[in-house]
T-cell receptor, first 115, second 114 residues
Framework: GAVVSQHPSWVICKSGTSVKIECRSL??????MFWYRQFPKQSLMLMAT?????????EQGVEKDKFLINHASLTLSTLTVTSAHPEDSSFYIC???????????FGPGTRLLVL | GNSVTQMEGPVTLSEEAFLTINCTYT??????LFWYVQYPGEGLQLLLK?????DKGSNKGFEATYRKETTSFHLEKGSVQVSDSAVYFC?????????????FGTGTLLAVQP
């Protein structure tokens, strides 16, 4: 149980285009989902907290107009990278939670490459 | 503020060797502590956890003890296997923005050779 999927797993796009990444909880309902960004050999950095039916809460330094988050249902959250640029290339990971012990269930990640 | 520091990798061991991956933290209050593991091509999975001082988390032969006096949560395993090859992340929980969030260390790549 507690499986989180992400789609796509890999995406390459041209600079200036927008890319949407989906995060789904497959066998449970997730009122809260988290979006992380991971650079090579670095930690996961929390970008935003997504709550079903309300606006996302962004961490300091994350541009909310650049990274649009929508959590329209209890099983789906989406991250849209708008007008992507090469510096947006990264590994994006979503998770669902927190559970009673504060842990989270993680998706497998989406690798974005902006040319 | 809150932060997690873990030893840099990669850590390369032979099968059946003893494993230690160091993790120290700074935190306000009393966070829960976690070790997550990421196998190639997969998402992070919770390996073990400890929610208060002196708690020992254990799973699949891995152990870690929540040491408040040294602010540490070192991961250990007595005899590693090739299948343990993965990236290991130490993390702590903190309360922010009306929910519990996680902050991670940089991850340690473990490579176990037969």
């Amino acid at each position: 149980g507690a499986v989180v999927s992400q789609h796509p797993s890999w995406v390459i796009c041209k600079s200036g285009t927008s890319v949407k990444i989906e995060c789904r909880s497959l066998d449970f309902q997730a009122t809260t989902m988290f979006w992380y960004r991971q650079f090579p050999k670095q930690s996961l950095m929390l970008m935003a907290t997504s709550n079903e039916g309300s606006k996302a809460t962004y961490e300091q330094g994350v541009e909310k107009d650049k990274f649009l988050i929508n959590h329209a249902s209890l099983t789906l959250s989406t991250l849209t990278v708008t007008s992507a640029h090469p510096e947006d290339s990264s590994f994006y990971i979503c998770s669902a939670g927190p559970t009673r012990d504060s842990s989270q269930y993680f998706g497998p990640g989406t690798r974005l490459l902006v040319l | 503020g809150n932060s997690v520091t873990q030893m840099e990798g990669p850590v390369t061991l032979s099968e059946e060797a003893f494993l230690t991956i160091n993790c120290t933290y700074t935190a306000t209050g009393y966070p829960s502590l976690f070790w997550y593991v990421q196998y190639p091509g997969e998402g992070l999975q919770l390996l073990l956890k400890a929610t208060k001082a002196d708690d020992k988390g254990s799973n699949k032969g891995f152990e870690a003890t929540y040491r408040k006096e040294t602010t540490s949560f070192h991961l250990e395993k007595g005899s590693v296997q090739v299948s343990d090859s993965a990236v290991y992340f130490c993390a702590l929980s903190y309360y922010g923005g009306a929910t519990n969030k996680l902050i991670f260390g940089t991850g340690t790549l473990l490579a176990v050779q037969p």
